[in-house]
Structure formats: structure tokens, C-alpha cells
């Protein structure tokens, strides 16, 4: 929750991208009620335009995660659905990591906190974790900007794409 990360981070600010298959209203229904409101901007230009102004982002498992890494935003990533859902997806796809950076990475560069891992306070602790050491963070930017490299230009959809289908052993 946003209590949780200000008592962590008193000075933290918070921007949630509006996606457009979410109405807005049901977004501003939600903050707008909240205590910290005043703590919370909803941006609906486009996530493209909240990397520049964050230092760090906490995002749903998704090409968001890639975009992000191109910007060299480090970030943590959560992914929570229902319990058969989880279950079955487990069932069927076995990979290392559920996050797109860490499957295109290789490895594990930023953390993934999976349905019930992916609590308010797992989610400071994580990224308390990653802003406490000011060399390790600039280094993760440096290994996100790398993926850049892999990514970037013509046909990344295509490398992602074969990338995935590697690791499924497809």
C-alpha cells in the first residue's frame, strides 16, 4: 500500500499510468478516496512518458517490464492472479523466471514477487533493498541499458518471441 512505501520513503512521490483498456474513472475512484491522494498523479499519456521521471517503477509482469529496461528504469515486478490460473500456468509453461527483463536477461536482474509474494510489504522491502546500495542500483540501470543492445532497432518483437520460445523448448 502507499502507506507502507511513504512511511518507508517520505520523500517518494506516485504516478500510475492510466492504460487504456482501464477506465479512468475506476482509477480515480480509488485514489481519490485515499488519504494520500495529493501523494498520487494518474498519467494516461502513455507509460513511455513516466520512465523519464522515475527512479524506480513496480510493475504487472508484461512487455511494460522490456519497456522499462530500455529506459533503464529499474523496477520490481509483480504478478498475482487466480489461484487456478497460477496453477495451471505453472503446470504447463516451466521457466527460470516469470518476468520478461529477467527471461530476455538470462538471469534474474530485478525482483519478481509472485501472487501472494506480491504483498505492500514485500514490495518496499524489495525496493528499499534495491535503492540502499547506490552502486548496485547504477549497475542494475547498466544491465537494463544492456538489454537495450539485445532489444533495440528492427525486429525485437522477433528476438523476444524466439527468446520465449527457446526457453519453452518449443
Known sequence: SIEILKKRFRRARFII?????IELKWIQ???GGHRLRSEV????????KIFGRCDVIVAA????????AIH?????????????SF???????????????NLVAGERL????VQHEASAENIASALEHMLSDANQFIHLKQQLFALRDILGGGGASDRVADIAL?????
Do not use: F
Not at 72 to 84: F, L
Open 87 to 101: 496453477w495451471l500456468g505453472r503446470a504447463l509453461v516451466r521457466v527460470p523466471n516469470i518476468g520478461l527483463v
Open 61 to 68: 509482469s508484461g512487455t511494460v517490464t522490456l519497456q522499462a
Open 110 to 113: 530485478v525482483p519478481e514477487l
Open 41 to 48: 498523479e494518474v498519467v494516461s499519456d502513455g507509460v513511455e
Open 17 to 21: 499510468s492510466h492504460a487504456p483498456s
Open 72 to 84: 533503464g528504469v529499474p523496477m520490481v515486478i509483480i504478478y498475482k492472479v487466480s489461484p487456478i
Open 166 to 170: 527457446k526457453m519453452l523448448n518449443l
Open 29 to 31: 475512484s480509488a485514489v
